[in-house]
T-cell receptor, first 112, second 117 residues
Framework: GEDVEQSLFLSVREGDSSVINCTYT??????LYWYKQEPGAGLQLLTY?????DMKQDQRLTVLLNKKDKHLSLRIADTQTGDSAIYFC????????????FGSGTRLLVRP | GAVVSQHPSWVICKSGTSVKIECRSL??????MFWYRQFPKQSLMLMAT?????????EQGVEKDKFLINHASLTLSTLTVTSAHPEDSSFYIC?????????????FGAGSRLTVL
């Protein structure tokens, strides 16, 4: 079945790195995504990774994909207070045609 | 980049009334849009897939007569919550794909917060 899991909460100090983890169950997903949601707002696409890649880096963001373990992570370098938000990983299973399946979301709190 | 606009951003209504939420793709055409619902501190749950010119496809457990979806043009989908009750209070978010990236990237609206008194 389709199930995407994340840890619920992460707290880091400003300037440290944050690592948000995600596990998924559908190995057929071609792309995996990370979205950010600030309070009371919609979702903002941060980055995505193609399933045949192991890593993707985009400025302060690094995505690691372990297909064998179905594990996806998002590393935020030099975390800032503005990074405090909820982060969702998501996948589109092969047969679902654009239907994003979201993880439960990880609330990141950046302490000054 | 692709922009999806939702209106209203928040609405308060009395129990028993109907509320319409609009979702517009501002600079691209979207044959398919998606409606999600989010309860406080929870993830997004897909409610339905809105298809331009045809009936929406609802997820299991979502009442199609309760949540009416109309996708009359390539840039507009509407969600009408009929005979709203307090348990319908939620954050409703729509999304659409521009379709050019090849990565099935969805652009989300800012969401509409519905409070039913």
């Amino acid at each position: 079945g389709e199930d995407v899991e994340q840890s619920l909460f992460l707290s880091v100090r400003e300037g440290d790195s944050s690592v948000i983890n995600c596990t998924y169950t559908d190995s057929s997903s071609t792309y995996l995504y990370w979205y950010k949601q600030e309070p009371g707002a919609g979702l903002q696409l941060l980055t995505y990774i193609f399933s045949n890649m192991d890593m993707k880096q985009d400025q302060r963001l690094t995505v690691l994909l372990n297909k064998k373990d179905k594990h996806l992570s998002l590393r935020i370098a030099d975390t800032q207070t503005g990074d405090s938000a909820i982060y969702f990983c998501a996948e589109i299973p092969m047969d679902s045609s654009y239907k994003l399946i979201f993880g439960s979301g990880t609330r990141l709190l950046v302490r000054p | 980049g692709a922009v999806v606009s939702q209106h209203p951003s928040w609405v308060i209504c009395k129990s028993g009334t109907s509320v319409k939420i609009e979702c517009r793709s501002l600079d691209f055409q979207a044959t398919t849009m998606f409606w999600y619902r989010q309860f406080p501190k929870q993830s997004l749950m897909l409610m339905a897939t809105s298809n331009e010119g045809s009936k929406a496809t609802y997820e299991q457990g979502v009442e199609k007569d309760k949540f009416l979806i109309n996708h009359a043009s390539l840039t507009l989908s509407t969600l009408t919550v009929t005979s709203a009750h307090p348990e319908d209070s939620s954050f409703y978010i729509c999304s659409a794909s521009e379709g050019s990236s090849g990565a099935n990237v969805l652009t989300f609206g800012a969401g509409s917060r519905l409070t039913v008194l």
